[in-house]
């Protein structure tokens, strides 16, 4: 079965630039979306097909894809952007959506 | 705007059943894939299963594959997930989210979950 692979936590400063990977085989041939799960909270979609974002969401999140690794990008950190994050394909293989293991963003 | 209302989540015995049931506004509920989402306590997101806009099409993910079975009624903008033979790993949130294909299915906006429990 496919497997996305995603780093435990990211530490970044308040105004700097969060950068959260999602590791798979050729992902770079899959549509990559990702989730912002806050403490007690459902999943929230910010970005969707590797690069767009949904209405509603800061411009300060953004996406890329490409080889074996997937990018979820957000500028300009704020202390509300702390939360898990998600990355997530449809394995065409399998006929299954596959989730990352999730990483915790800290703003320090 | 856009709901889902999970409900039917409580605490059952192992190898006991439960129907759990999404409760859906705000939307055109027919034209959309809808999926089931758990998460363990202090775990990461675990799909679960999706069903066709139709309910033509089913898939399961292995781990509940012959257990549990989700469906839906457009008529009543409803979802369902029966759960049978349940097992403590069974225990997680469970969520339904409105799904969208393109270039694969994704889950695009989640209700805020019910809490299943499996302990004797």
């Known amino acids: 079965s496919y497997v996305l692979t995603q780093p435990p936590s990211v530490s970044v400063a308040p105004g700097q630039t969060a950068r959260i990977t999602c590791g798979g085989n050729n992902i770079g041939s899959k549509s990559v979306n990702w989730f912002q799960q806050k403490p007690g909270q459902a999943p929230v979609l910010v970005v969707y097909d590797d690069s767009d974002r949904p209405s509603g969401i800061p411009e300060r999140f953004s996406g890329s894809n490409s080889g074996s690794t997937a990018t979820l990008t957000i500028n300009r950190v704020e202390a509300g952007d702390e939360a898990d994050y998600y990355c997530?394909?449809?394995?065409?293989?399998?006929?299954?959506?596959?989730f990352g293991g999730g990483t915790k963003l800290t703003v320090l | 705007q856009v709901q889902l209302v999970e409900s039917g989540g409580g605490v059952v015995q192992p190898g006991r059943s439960l129907r759990l049931s999404c409760t859906a506004s705000?939307?055109?509920?027919?034209?959309?894939?809808m999926h089931w989402v758990r998460q363990a306590p202090g775990k990461g997101l675990e799909w679960v299963a999706v069903i066709w806009y139709d309910g033509s099409d089913k898939y399961y993910a292995d781990s509940v594959k012959g257990r549990f079975t989700i469906s839906r009624e457009n008529s009543k903008n409803m979802l369902y997930l029966q759960m049978n033979s349940l097992r403590a790993e069974d225990t997680a949130v469970y969520y339904c989210?409105?799904?969208?294909?393109?270039?694969?299915?994704?889950?695009?906006?989640w209700g805020q979950g019910t809490l299943v429990t499996v302990s004797s």
């Open positions: 705000g939307f055109t509920f027919s034209p959309y894939g």
């Open positions: 989210a409105r799904g969208i294909y393109s270039n694969g299915w994704y889950p695009d906006f």
């Open positions: 997530q394909v449809w394995d065409s293989s399998s006929d299954h959506v596959v």
